[in-house]
Structures are given as structure tokens and as C-alpha cells.
């Protein structure tokens, strides 16, 4: 079985930067897409990033795109968000997934297989 654990979430001011690690254990990682998704209060879990398997090709939300990154060390079973020019709507808890298999970069919430706790993300204005 997986396991997913995220870390690196916090408070922090609008226009500053954080960076989310997602370690994985128990299970595959180097061979699977990876992705980050976000909740808000209120609202649906939604696709922030997704990178495939040896970080060769990575995608972004719209809202996000030019100020996150996302980036996997699979010697390490660890898929990176770092996340600049923070605005307050960026608040949420952020989930790492793991693709339930594939090569390319997936969106939906139903390709993920395995996701984290989640880390909360606050961005004050």
C-alpha cells in the first residue's frame, strides 16, 4: 500500500513563496505520474499540477501557471510544488496523488489511486 505524506504547508504573506514535498512509501513511485490537487473550503478538490513519471513532461492549472512548479526526485520517492507569488485565493489544503498508472500527465481526481493527508496552505493579504 502507498503512502503518501505532505509537508512544507504554512502561513505566509501574499506575494511570498512556499515549497510542498510529497514523500511516498510502501509502494512504486518512480514509474507512476504524480500530481497536486487542492481543496478549499466549500469547494471541489481541483488539479493545481501533475508532472509523469521521470519529470520530463509536467502540466498546470490556468491559475497557477507561471508561478508554481512542480518537480519529482524519484531517487528520493519525492514529487516537489513550489509555489511563488502566493495570493490569498492559493489557500487550501494541498494533496499529493499518485497516478493509478500511465505515462502522460492526468487532471481528474479519478486517475489519482493514492493521495496524502493533505497540508493546509494559508495565504493572508
Known amino acids: 500500500q502507498v503512502?503518501?505524506?505532505e509537508s512544507g504547508g504554512g502561513l505566509v504573506q501574499a506575494g511570498?513563496?512556499?515549497r510542498?514535498?510529497?514523500v511516498a512509501s510502501g509502494g512504486a513511485f518512480s514509474g507512476y505520474p504524480m500530481g497536486w490537487?487542492?481543496?478549499a473550503p466549500g469547494k471541489e478538490r481541483e488539479f493545481v499540477a501533475?508532472?509523469?513519471w521521470d519529470g520530463g513532461s509536467t502540466g498546470y492549472a490556468?491559475?497557477?501557471?507561471?508561478?508554481f512548479i512542480i518537480s519529482r526526485d524519484n531517487a528520493k520517492n519525492t514529487v516537489y510544488?513550489?509555489?511563488?507569488?502566493?495570493?490569498?485565493?492559493?489557500t487550501a489544503v494541498y494533496y499529493c496523488a499518485r497516478a493509478q498508472g500511465g505515462s502522460g500527465i492526468y487532471y481528474r481526481k479519478e486517475s489519482?489511486?493514492?493521495w496524502g493527508q493533505g497540508t493546509q496552505v494559508t495565504v493572508s493579504s
Open 3 to 5: 503512502q503518501l505524506v
Open 16 to 18: 511570498g513563496s512556499l
Open 20 to 22: 510542498l514535498s510529497c
Open 37 to 39: 490537487f487542492r481543496q
Open 50 to 52: 501533475g508532472i509523469n
Open 62 to 67: 490556468d491559475s497557477v501557471k507561471g508561478r
Open 81 to 90: 510544488l513550489q509555489m511563488n507569488s502566493l495570493k490569498p485565493e492559493d
Open 112 to 114: 489519482y489511486a493514492y
